[in-house]
């Protein structure tokens, strides 16, 4: 079966170097499935998790935060703001991180960075979804 190699690299280092059958990654315009041999092309990322297949029908998400997908035909490399493998995700770090966006939010102060809140939830939010994918 043919595959990709797929490296998923992040300011404090690679967090995944595989192969994979198939990804599927959420881009800015929304889900793009990527198969071995995709043309080359560039995308910005959303919050949102990454899917790898590899063959024999397995699967590893990652939680992606942001940043670039650069496709080539034989590789593809996910460069994210912050990004964690469903395994390494501290579960209640991310629903204390979940609440305290919350709060933040209904709060409603005038001096609150809403938009910076607004983020982490969505963050936190990824985190425990694709906590919640994990095999
Ligand atoms: P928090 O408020 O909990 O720090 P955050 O969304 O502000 O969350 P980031 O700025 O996205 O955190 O990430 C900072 C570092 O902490 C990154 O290395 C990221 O991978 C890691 N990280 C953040 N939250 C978690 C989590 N719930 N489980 C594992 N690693 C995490």
């Known amino acids: 079966m043919k595959t990709v190699k797929v490296n998923v690299v992040t300011p404090d280092g690679p967090v995944v170097e595989t192969d994979a059958t198939m990804i599927i990654a959420t881009a800015e315009s929304g889900e793009i499935g990527i ?19 590899h063959d024999q029908n397995s699967e590893e998400v990652i939680a992606v935060h942001g940043g670039f997908i650069e496709v080539r035909p034989d590789v593809v490399t996910i460069l994210a703001e912050s990004a964690e493998k469903a395994e390494s995700i501290d579960i ?10 919350e709060e933040a939010l209904k709060a409603k102060q005038a001096d609150v960075d809403h938009k910076a809140f607004e983020l982490a939830l969505k963050r936190a939010i990824n985190r425990i979804n694709v906590y919640e994918m994990r095999r």
């Open 35 to 53: 198969l071995p041999g995709h043309i080359s092309m560039v995308a910005p990322l959303q919050i949102g998790p990454l899917r790898i297949m």
């Open 92 to 101: 209640a770090r991310a629903k204390q991180a979940a609440k305290r966006a």
